[in-house]
């Protein structure tokens, strides 16, 4: 079960029980408590591209121009629509299983970093990380980027 608020977080759980809606609502509530927040690029979609690995699998999400949509095969994309990502392109490779392809794109997500946030741990301005000059229409594009 794979779960999101389509503004940037997102989380998935497994649920068993002898009925159905008994192992949904356990498989939801794991999803609930083990959501993360990824920093998203315009709303639309990432920053910066990353490599995830879980078990033999092995994915690639990659970070698209606007109008690109969701190419992502069956698992990966509920996480994507989940997250509210609009443009992103992934690739998987090593294992079809949805259990390690849903893990290894989370461990690639978990990897994703705004600009805003490595500034701030290098203690400089986003527009020194971005190579725009010190203008400050640069700082204001820049800021209007991290956001």
């Known amino acids: 079960m794979v779960v999101g608020d389509g503004q940037g977080r997102v989380g998935f ?3 068993k029980a002898r009925e159905v809606p008994e192992a949904i609502n356990k498989a939801t509530a794991a999803a609930k ?5 990824v920093p998203l690029k315009d709303g639309r979609t990432l920053h910066h591209d990353c490599n995830g690995r879980f078990g033999a699998g092995n994915v690639t999400v ?17 996480v ?12 998987s490779v090593g294992t ?3 259990y ?17 946030s490595v500034a701030q741990r290098r203690g400089k301005k986003i527009a020194d990380l971005l190579g725009r000059g010190g203008s400050k229409t640069a700082e204001a594009d820049a800021e209007a980027i991290a956001e």
């Open 13 to 15: 759980g497994h649920g």
């Open 62 to 78: 990659r970070s698209a121009p606007a109008g690109t949509g969701i190419i992502a095969g069956g698992p990966m994309r509920a």
């Open 96 to 98: 079809s299983n949805p």
């Open 80 to 91: 994507f629509e989940s997250l509210g990502v609009a443009d992103v392109v992934t690739k």
């Open 33 to 37: 408590k083990s959501m993360i927040r």
């Open 100 to 116: 390690n392809m849903i893990r290894a794109t989370f461990a690639a997500l978990s990897d994703q970093t705004s600009p805003k």
